[in-house]
């Protein structure tokens, strides 16, 4: 694929995290792909577990890992002296370095020099890799399942993760397809659509998500929000490019401020819903509500059913928190249709 | 400002072209800023003439001449080498050079050379200058309007150049925000929206017009479609960072077919106007239809007049080709409102 591709198994790297809210990438790989995680490494500080076998680089390199995932961001943003040192150890094991961390791991020159002379590979998840390529519009053959918000960080990752993996256990063909730097160090690949050229994110996506089967389902990672005033566009040119057949709106319960953008409130779901299919409509016109996942994380368990309830009353459609309920309800309906 | 910022008067260089359809930027700058152009440079197989004084490099510098401008696409892309060696000789003459082109000044290394010898600057406009910053969707001061197209090229760059130059004749306090190369030629500076980021879209719009006083007006070259299955990512981060008062809507009377979209129809005027207003409210609720440019570049003189009428009617507001009828009944009622 024309993306980022990471090799399984993972050492992961909890660093001196104090719990997982400080390592949430390392907790996400770990959540939803068990199966390639070899061990973890932490340094004598750390608090932090995820439950994985204890292993030093060598130990890991020998039980058969492939690349050292650093699983979370060092306090500051810079890494510390003393991790280079270890993720050099790392690739003089034969260990592929991957990092989803702003500051490059291709600006340190110890790596840079470490990755030429070991013949290991540093991956940047952050820094779009391949040759960038313009939309073309034109139909795919599969089908195309999509999560869109009514604002940033509502759970659009999750749910389609969540579905993705109900879609394996129902032995439905289905490909998880990241768009942002935790989904790719989960899935092993995708495209960082916000750090892609803006001509580029529609032709990204398409490049993402290229013809498949008739029955193989993408299941792909929305970003942003078109009511996003900082990054709407990245999530239009994610609806363009996906021609997704099935939007599922992600929402979280009694949210009224958007995130971080003062002055701003969350959009109504269904104003959200209509603009969502119509400007969906443009480069695929059989475009679809498939579900709505409500993150209900701050709601009483009774109070949570009840707004479900009411949502799918109102909209017609199956309503989830897939924390909370799973999301059986949503690919119920899909393999229905 | 943190954008390009290119130094007048301008030498216009105009290669080997056969005629200005060639040599369009250079056109575009001759017709636009006449008074930045001091001068114009053709190998002696040029037949396009821009009707500037003709000078060599060393007379064009005495004349006062700051910037050598590529004013022409050489044919298949490359740079020849007889111009490279021109572009040595203007940076030795005290010249700086700005490209449009797709390869880079930046990326050959003689020229990279003369610059750091020289001292003089080697512009691409292609490429955005400055810091990279999200959008906060803060409102600012001042005015903003926004040319925005049912397709690509059916003439928002001319429609704004156009509506900037009338507001100057009138004495109105107005800059043009220039958002794509030739745009950023003809103004001098600018920020190649399509070149950004994808997750700065909106924010690099609102560096590029900030704060301004009350009645000022930025007006601003809109980029692409809503409706544009590859690029409407670039023209929803555009409408967002921009939060334009006024929209003026482009399109090409009789275009059905979008432009080298296969399959693709340009979308009705009416969902258009509609769409384009409810986006741009999420940043400016006061958003509202300033006109309507039509391009009827393939209608007889009466065919393009009763269109105009007949949109006049239909929309209620003023419908302008800025070539046949000029844009003064548009900024007319800017400034009775």
Redesign the interface.
């Known amino acids: 694929m024309n993306t980022l591709e990471l090799q399984a198994p993972y050492l992961i790297f909890l660093g001196d995290a104090e719990d997982l809210l400080m390592a949430k990438v390392a907790k996400g790989i770990a959540h939803w792909r068990p199966e390639k995680c070899v061990a973890q490494l932490r340094l004598k500080e750390a608090k932090a577990d995820l439950g994985l076998p204890e292993m030093s680089i060598a130990a890991a390199a020998e039980a058969g890992a492939k690349t050292f995932v650093l699983g979370l961001a060092p306090i500051g943003g810079n890494l510390p002296k003393e991790w280079i040192s270890i993720l050099i150890e790392a690739m003089e094991a034969g260990l592929d370095i991957a990092s989803g961390l702003h500051m490059k791991l291709a600006d340190i020159p110890e790596l840079v020099d470490t990755a030429l002379r070991t013949g290991q590979t540093l991956f940047d998840v952050r820094v779009p890799k391949g040759e960038m390529v313009?939309?073309?519009?034109?139909?795919r053959s599969g089908k195309r399942l999509l999560s869109v918000g009514t604002d940033c960080c509502v759970g659009k990752m999750f749910t389609t993760l969540a579905i993705h993996k109900e879609m394996e256990k129902r032995g439905i063909n289905a490909t998880f397809r990241a768009t942002g730097q935790t989904g790719i160090l989960i899935e092993g690949n995708g495209v960082p659509?916000?750090?892609?050229?803006?001509?580029f994110?529609?032709?990204m996506v398409e490049t993402l998500s290229p013809d498949n089967v008739e029955n193989h389902w993408d299941i792909i990672e929305g970003q942003g929000s078109?009511?996003h005033?900082?990054?709407?566009?990245?999530?239009?040119?994610?609806l363009?490019g996906a021609q997704a057949d099935v939007l599922i709106i992600c929402h979280e319960a009694g949210r009224i401020q958007m995130d971080s953008?003062?002055?701003?409130v969350v959009p109504d779901i269904n104003k959200v819903i209509e603009?969502n299919l119509?400007?969906g409509a443009?480069?695929n016109p059989n475009i679809r509500l498939g579900g709505i996942s409500l993150n209900t994380v701050n709601l009483s368990h009774e109070e949570a059913l009840r707004e479900i309830a009411h949502l799918e009353e109102k909209f017609g459609v199956p309503v989830v928190d897939p924390v909370r309920t799973g999301v059986a309800s949503i690919v119920d309906q899909l393999e229905n249709l």
Chains 1, 2 share one sequence.
């Open positions: 313009c939309g073309t519009g034109l139909p659509i916000d750090a892609v050229v803006s001509d994110i529609a032709g078109l009511f005033p900082a990054y709407a566009g990245v999530s239009l040119g994610l363009h953008m003062e002055g701003y603009v119509a400007m443009v480069t």
